[in-house]
């Protein structure tokens, strides 16, 4: 099973309002995650449609285990965040330039 999660059509169209030449960070902009259960692995769309798959093993849990810090990647529950800057798994929220 696959599943998508993109931006907002408004967020979408702030990014390339202006003249895109001039944006060096559109390759660290998410603008869409499809995540594919069957082989563990999610698949980041870059505002210049370039593309990267990730295994989930390496998105690590985040804190200390049985603290109230420790937080795991919920990888049912997506979403682009942060203006394609970051991408949520539930809690968890992994930083687009760190994937």
Request: charged share 25%; aromatic share 18%.
């Amino acid at each position: 099973m696959k599943k998508w999660s993109w931006l907002s059509d408004y967020q979408i169209g702030s990014i390339f309002k202006e003249d895109t030449s001039e944006f060096t960070e559109l390759p660290t902009l998410a603008i869409g995650v499809m995540v594919d259960y069957s082989k563990e692995t999610v698949f980041v769309v870059y505002a210049d449609l370039s593309w990267k798959s990730v295994p989930f093993h390496r998105f690590k849990p985040s804190g200390t285990l049985g603290s109230a810090y420790y937080c795991e990647p919920n990888f049912k529950e997506f979403q682009v965040t942060d203006w394609g800057l970051s991408i949520r798994f539930g809690d968890y929220e992994a930083g687009v330039d760190s994937i």
